[in-house]
Each structure stands twice: as C-alpha cells, then as structure tokens.
C-alpha cells in the first residue's frame, strides 16, 4: 500500500521558521510531480508549491519569497522550507504527490493525511 507521510508541522512564533517533510512509501516504481497544499478553516484547498522530478517548481502568490519547495528523488521525499510565518498561513498542510505502482498501472494522485501549521504569538 503506498503512503504519503507528512512530518514536521506544530506551532510556532510569527516570523519564525518550520520545515515540513513528506515521503512516499510503499509499492512504487516511479514518482513524478510533488506538491504541498494547505487548508485553512472555513477556506478552500490552495496549492502552496509543487515541484516536478526535474525540479522545476512553482508558488502561490501568496509564499513567494519566504517557502521553499525541495526534493530528494532518491527518497521519493519532498520538503517544504517556510520561513517569515504570518499568521495568515495558518492551515492544515497536506502533501500531494503524482506516482505509479507498477508498469501496468496509470499514474495517479495521492494525498498524505495531512499536518497542522499553527503561526501564533
């Protein structure tokens, strides 16, 4: 069964700094696109980076400058830097990750259970 387990998240201070981890476990022969989403309360999902295999990546408006998305391919792992915390970026953090199984099967789409990031004083 393949997993996508998130680490790292908790609270922390205003301008202060975390850094997120997700890996992909289990049965897998190939993992591609990788990307981190957020939910805050009452709010919609919103990509907050991706990053392809390549390391081609991509931001929200709204954590340019301050997030940085990275990967280990060997790990099949993707980080997420997050520096100058605003309260506003208070949400649930969830991993996203597109992969295949095995060479018979498509490639899809796999979400981790999710991390919560808490930006208060």
């Known amino acids: 069964q393949v997993q996508l387990v998130e680490s790292g998240g908790g609270l922390v201070q205003p301008g202060g700094s975390l850094t997120l981890s997700c890996a992909a476990s289990?049965?897998?022969?190939?993992?591609?696109?990788m990307a981190w989403y957020r939910q805050a309360p009452e709010k919609q999902r919103e990509l907050v980076a991706g990053?392809?295999?390549?390391?081609?990546?991509n931001y929200g408006d709204s954590v340019k400058g301050r997030f940085t998305i990275s990967r280990d391919n060997a790990k099949n792992t993707v980080y997420l830097q997050m520096n100058g915390l605003k309260p506003e970026d208070t949400a649930v953090y969830y991993c996203?990750?597109?992969?295949?199984?095995?060479?018979?099967?498509?490639?899809?789409?796999?979400w981790g259970q999710g991390t919560q990031v808490t930006v208060s004083s």
């Open positions: 996203n990750a597109n992969l295949r199984r095995t060479w018979t099967t498509d490639w899809e789409w796999s």
């Open positions: 990053i392809t295999r390549d390391a081609i990546t």
């Open positions: 289990g049965s897998i022969i190939g993992v591609a696109t």
